[in-house]
């Protein structure tokens, strides 16, 4: 926090292409559900944002550990390496594991038990440590492939569906015709997702799970779930009240 309020500047590591949490729109503007909080907690902190991309997910913990970033947003799962190696939030948002699929195939993925006896299932996942040996556990029949984004799927018909979470997929099929998020049932449980800090970030965290608990208070997190991650109309901010400002009376 000494450091934030003496640079002026909160540095936050994003994933280019994670909708609905962080990812380039048409515009190529950087938009989603957790670029929108970083910008209000730069607001309420009266600190210039720095957005810095992650560009390799194995090497995440590293580059937080030597404080390349402040804070790590862009819809990140909460395993126990994380917790046990960094500084972790309260968990925001949980999702359920689901399948992008094409919407004339859905009708194959809706139980959990017989996708685990396919054995000619081709299924695609990000790079990432968490997914990877998620899908290699959920499907140990599947052929599992690792690609760089989930844009491939329009392209190789050989795919048969790819492992997010519902909140992720159900976005992401929203923005693509023809494909549809499904959960099949028996398929695991949710993942949770939270905002990573370096090791001993402790007074950060004390301040950032505080500051999430308002957000809910003031309506602002019910606005932010209903147009980014349910597609509802966008309803304009109203002043919003701030622990900084109202409270300890930090100065811009």
Known sequence: MERIREDGRLRVGYPTSVI????????????????????ALARDLHVALDLIPIDDWETLR?????????LAVG???VTDERLQALTVSKPY???????????????RFLSGTEIRRDRGLKIATFKSDVMIPLARTLLPHAEVVVVPDYEVLLRDESIDAVLWTLDQAR????????????????FGPPLLMAYLMPPNSQAFVGFLDEW???????????RMRAYWLYGKPRLHDRPRWSV???????AG
């Open 212 to 222: 999430l608990d308002l957000q809910r208070v003031n309506g602002f997190e019910q």
């Open 20 to 39: 609905p949490f962080s990812y380039f729109n048409a515009a190529d503007q950087l938009v989603g559900y957790d670029i929108a909080f970083a910008y």
């Open 244 to 250: 900084l400002s109202n409270v300890l009376h930090w």
């Open 62 to 70: 590293e580059d937080l550990r030597a404080e390349r970033y402040d």
């Open 171 to 186: 976005a992401w099929a929203a923005t693509n015709p023809g494909f549809s998020a499904v959960m099949p049932s028996n």
């Open 93 to 107: 948002l949980q999702s359920q594991l689901a399948l992008i699929v094409r919407s004339d195939e859905a009708h």
């Open 75 to 77: 819809g990140i799962y």
